[in-house]
Nanobody, 117 residues
Framework: QLQACGGGLVQAGDSLRLSCTAS????????LGWFRQPPGKEREFVGA????????SYGDSVKGRFTISRDKFKKTVYLQMDSLKPEDTAVYYC????????????WGQGTQVTVPA
């Protein structure tokens, strides 16, 4: 089970940090990912971290602005979003997948991020 929070209304250029806490016993063999769904658009990949080693990857639209980190003790993954733009407005979701699977199969509830134009 995943619990995401931290969304809100911010101005363009501001920063915001989302967090997602997992209730699983162990995340060692998992990827924790962030996705977003802008209004009227399909869900897109934001970024992910391989929990055991901390290696991250990002979608092209957020590279250089968003950073994923994790707190292994708290079983929490963070999405630090800097230099926010109106096009970052979306519902953000965290998700998990076992390392050998191709798709994410555990999803948290979304949290809304709004950056007015």
């Amino acid at each position: 089970q995943l619990q995401a929070c931290g969304g809100g209304l911010v101005q363009a250029g501001d920063s915001l940090r989302l967090s997602c806490t997992a209730s699983a016993r162990s995340l060692t063999n998992y990827f924790l990912g962030w996705f977003r769904q802008p209004p009227g658009k399909e869900r897109e990949f934001v970024g992910a971290v391989r929990w055991s080693v901390g290696i991250t990857s990002y979608g092209d639209s957020v590279k250089g602005r968003f950073t994923i980190s994790r707190d292994k003790f708290k079983k929490t993954v963070y999405l630090q979003m800097d230099s926010l733009k109106p096009e970052d407005t979306a519902v953000y979701y965290c998700a998990a997948r076992f390392f050998s699977l191709d798709s994410y199969d555990v999803w948290g509830q979304g949290t809304q991020v709004t950056v007015p134009a």
